[in-house]
Nanobody, 128 residues
């Protein structure tokens, strides 16, 4: 599975962006998909994840209520709608795919080591 993330850019605080991640294979529909981010000088952190059906989602507390993850299996695409952006959201955002089924475990779902495939990242910069 190859993942291609896009949609990043420069936005003012309070603005919105929608990130997209397109997968190369039809088996995408059976993968748990996640978004992670890495700010300069910081470790990569979990942002949100979604089950293969879209029926289950989980978001980090830092973005809950502002970011929404969704997917369109017909388009092999997962989205991250980001609203009310803050300067601290500035980071490179990565999409990732997990071949396993939704575990229901927050610890598992939010761990980088649970994901088998990674995209190249897209830069999001939020100005104050």
């Amino acid at each position: 599975v190859q993942l291609q993330a896009s949609g990043g850019g420069l936005v003012q605080a309070g603005g919105s962006l929608r990130l997209s991640c397109v997968a190369s294979r039809r088996t995408f529909s059976r993968h748990v998909m996640g978004w992670f981010r890495q700010a300069p000088g910081k470790e990569r952190e979990f942002v949100a994840a979604i089950s293969w059906s879209g029926g289950s989602t989980y978001a980090a507390s830092s973005v809950k209520g502002r970011f929404t993850i969704s997917r369109d299996n017909n388009r092999n695409t997962v989205y991250l709608q980001m609203n009310s952006l803050k300067p601290e959201d500035t980071a490179v955002y990565y999409c990732a795919a997990d071949r396993n089924s939704w575990s229901g475990s927050i610890r598992y779902t939010s761990s980088q080591s649970s994901y088998d495939y990674w995209g190249q990242g897209t830069q999001v910069t939020v100005s104050s």
